[in-house]
């Protein structure tokens, strides 16, 4: 198994430029989690899925942050329009079913700066 | 709610000296604790977990972690330190008694294993 995939590795975009960032999770994996990581604020849960449906998002920091999971097999987090706050490394994570007794895998992250 | 403390930022000792990596946690249900570990540039990788049976839990590395439920502890633990170890160190709280999977990480730990 290839692991969770995201990509890009890392994203450099100007103020105000969309960005998107991609998740390919586990095969088989039923819930999916988007984190964010500074040295200010450690590591923040953004967002997660269960069987593909939003459970919560309420760790989404504002109106430019989107994510959909479209299919098992694919994410998006979208920021529309970035800004230099934004700046930070973005980890997906996936789980297998029955979420309790088992930790995430991880992505290796997409560092994102936006100038 | 769930929270999730480790009191250091940096824990520093000497190669084949003992480790402890402090966690306490807070969940109302049962909890089901984890330590995943992350290198410079990497994604979080999971290191072991408690979620029920014997207090004592031995994970990757020689690693072991100490369930304490009277002081709502969760110590990562080493006999004998590796530079290699050299690491982020975040412990994690589920509650078990929720149907959701959401982890709630601590603020991380930086182990700097000297030679």
């Known amino acids: 198994d290839a692991g969770v995939i995201q990509s890009p590795r890392h994203e450099v975009t100007e103020m105000g430029q969309e960005v998107t960032l991609r998740c390919k999770p586990i095969?088989?994996?039923?819930?999916l989690f988007w984190y964010r990581q500074t040295m200010m604020r450690g590591l923040e849960l953004l967002i997660y899925f269960n069987n593909n449906v939003p459970i919560d998002d309420s760790g989404m920091p504002e109106d430019r942050f989107s994510a959909k999971m479209p299919n098992a097999s694919f994410s998006t987090l979208k920021i529309q329009p970035s800004e230099p706050r934004d700046s930070a490394v973005y980890f997906c994570?996936?789980?297998?079913?029955?979420?309790?007794?088992?930790?995430?895998?991880f992505g290796s992250g997409t560092r994102l700066t936006v100038v | 709610a769930q929270s999730v403390a480790q009191p250091e930022d940096q824990v520093n000792v000497a190669e084949g000296n003992p480790l402890t990596v402090k966690c306490t946690y807070s969940?109302?249900?049962?909890?089901?604790l984890f330590w995943y570990v992350q290198y410079p540039n990497r994604g979080l990788q999971f290191l072991l977990k408690y979620i029920t049976g014997d207090n004592l839990v031995k994970g990757s590395y020689g690693f072991e972690a100490e369930f304490n439920k009277s002081q709502t502890s969760f110590h990562l633990k080493k006999p004998s330190a590796l530079v290699s170890d050299s690491a982020l160190y975040f412990c994690?709280?589920?509650?078990?008694?929720?149907?959701?999977?959401?982890?709630?990480f601590g603020q991380g730990t930086t182990l700097q294993v000297k030679p």
């Open positions: 969940v109302s249900g049962n909890p089901y």
């Open positions: 095969s088989g994996h039923n819930s």
């Open positions: 994690a709280v589920r509650d078990g008694s929720s149907n959701t999977g959401k982890l709630i």
């Open positions: 994570a996936s789980s297998t079913p029955g979420t309790g007794a088992y930790g995430y895998t």
